[in-house]
């Protein structure tokens, strides 16, 4: 039975009714978390995102039920491109493209 509270590799190990094996490297504790919106680890070297390039994700929803990581650049990019989108100053302000709570990226100036 799936559970929601389970991870995908969790889930897909109860179905099957196996146990899959670990990537070589990886401890049980280590997280990787992909932005929500790349759906990448790190950012692109790139000249294009200046301080932020090859960057972790640096922004997390508060919904402790969504908690979905992003980062500030791709957030922000997402949130211009939503029309109810506010801004105060270098602050946008919108909502998660996940659960829809309340979010506030800081935007930095590109190159």
């Known amino acids: 039975m799936l559970r ?10 109860n179905l099957l009714e196996i146990q899959l094996p670990k990537p ?4 049980k504790n280590e997280q990787q ?9 790190f950012l692109p070297i790139d000249d294009e995102f200046g301080a932020n390039s090859g960057g972790k994700t640096d922004y997390s929803c508060e919904n ?6 992003f980062h500030s650049v791709c957030l922000g990019d997402w949130l211009r491109s939503i029309t109810t989108t506010r801004q105060s100053f270098n602050v946008l302000f919108g909502n998660c493209p996940y659960c829809s709570e309340p979010v506030a990226v800081k935007i930095g100036t590109r190159k």
Not at 24 to 27: A, P
Request: net charge negative; charged share 25%; glycine share 10%.
């Open 33 to 41: 978390i992909e932005c929500g919106i790349c759906y990448s680890q």
């Open 24 to 27: 070589q490297g990886v401890e």
């Open 4 to 13: 929601k509270e389970k991870t995908f590799g969790e889930n897909l190990s």
């Open 64 to 69: 402790s039920i969504c908690n979905k990581a």
